[in-house]
């Protein structure tokens, strides 16, 4: 095997077995900082030795006992140095700073990304701190890297990060008593992660790829640990779905493509077909009782198995939409609603709609957007045009803004 092959290999193995091996160590020792700190230098150590020396046997082994090593290390030091501080003559280290010998410490499962994912979105963390956290623990990014997904200062993401860390502190390890009751939160984080990568909410690129990918691949680890939960298969259905268009959604030059206009020979049949077994298998087993990440799925599935877009079932998809919104009666459901409403009975009845949604600030440059497509179908191109302008003048995205000032220009007299 080639060099570069074997460097990709050890690096997906390093990434798949960072978030255990992080879990394994804070189940067993606590302290996430320091325990963070030694899987990075083991992450560390196996990058320079594996591409030469090849992938031990059991590479999650030999990174929790590298890791533990460091960390016992880290923390002898740290008591030694506090004990010289209060003047104490001998060293004798708690039981819990002691490594197990080799070959005595359980081999973590998966569980323990779970747990760790439960961990990073405890509920006293605002939204950006478990997005934040969970990128960093979970995800095995830097924190540069997520700066730049998010497009803050590396300095500002470091604190946010620190926030958070604080903020668990002391927090017991392992899956929580009302897990079923925070799994919400936890498919919520991974579900704003990706939709932050399939569309940016601001910057020059439309998608970034990354962090959709990181979301999908946290899913499946989820998925795999829950293959019962319903909507967990919903979510990781619904995100294959979507990023099955990732393709055909940017033009040559990065520009946006929307739905209708899209090659649908570039979208990924594989992801397709995968998210479509999915919701289906999810949908027959919660016999009418589906959640909000099922429906969805649902309605995605629709689109993706559509020939073409005058061929999309949009009754079928207007009813779907009709449950989500008496489920989840925020506004992007209902933005979503309206569209589907004027596909099946015109423009005008979806502008009335809109009309109920005047106001809703989270919905931000999108309602003006949708309104200047109907508007634009019903034949007001005055109207369109004021609309997509001030539609392009509240998003952060530049491929949203070219892609809305073009549609506003083709209206003009």
């Known amino acids: 095997m080639s060099r570069p092959s074997r460097t990709t290999e050890v690096e997906d193995l390093l990434r798949l077995h960072a978030p255990q091996v992080l879990g394994a160590l804070v189940r067993r020792y606590g302290h996430f900082d320091a325990a963070e700190d030694a899987v990075q230098e083991a992450l560390l150590a196996a990058a320079g030795q594996w ?10 082994g030999w990174l929790i006992k590298v890791a533990s090593r460091r960390l016992t290390d880290a923390l002898r030091s740290e008591e030694a140095r506090r004990l010289r501080e209060e003047k104490v003559a001998a060293l004798t280290p708690r039981d819990a700073f002691v490594a197990p010998p080799p070959g005595a410490a359980r081999a973590p499962s998966e569980d323990d990304t779970l747990s760790l994912l439960f961990l990073c979105c405890h509920p006293e963390l605002t939204p950006s701190g478990q997005i934040a956290l969970t990128l960093r623990a979970v995800g095995g990014l830097t924190t540069g890297e997520i700066a730049r997904a998010y497009l803050v200062p590396e300095a500002t993401m470091a604190q946010r990060i620190s926030r958070a860390k604080q903020r668990v502190r002391g927090t017991a390890f392992g899956r929580p008593e009302d897990w079923e009751e925070r799994l919400p939160a936890v498919l919520h984080t991974l ?12 910057g020059a690129a439309l998608q970034r790829a990354e962090l959709a ?48 206009e899209q090659d649908r020979g570039l979208w990924d049949k594989a992801a397709v077909e995968e998210g479509v077994a999915l919701v289906t298998e999810a949908l027959s087993v919660s016999r009418g009782r589906a959640g909000p990440y099922q429906l969805r799925a649902a309605i995605a599935a629709v689109h993706d198995e559509s020939p073409s877009a005058d061929a999309t079932d949009w009754r079928e998809i207007l009813g779907l939409y009709d449950i989500l919104v008496r489920r989840v009666p925020g506004p992007v459901e209902r933005l979503n609603r309206a569209v589907a409403v004027a596909m099946v009975h015109g423009p005008r009845a979806g502008l009335s ?20 497509h109907l508007l634009e179908r019903a034949g007001d191109a005055a109207g369109a045009r004021a609309a997509y302008e001030s539609a392009a003048g509240k998003t952060l995205s530049l491929p949203e803004q070219r892609y809305l000032h073009a549609r506003a220009a083709r209206l003009r007299p």
């Not at 579900?191 to 601001?202: D, Q, V, W």
């Open 51 to 60: 591409p030469g020396t090849g992938v031990p046997d059991n590479p999650r």
């Open 191 to 202: 579900y704003l992660i990706f939709n932050e990568g399939y569309t940016a909410t601001s």
């Open 213 to 260: 990918g990181e979301a999908i691949r946290l899913t499946r680890s989820v998925h795999r640990l829950l293959p019962e939960d319903r909507e967990v298969a919903g979510l990781l259905a619904l995100m294959l779905l979507t990023d099955a268009r990732r393709l055909a959604r940017t033009g040559p030059h990065g520009e946006l493509v929307p739905l209708d």
């Open 353 to 372: 709609e809109l009309d109920l949604l005047e106001g809703e600030s989270a919905l931000g440059h999108r309602l003006d957007a949708v309104r200047g």
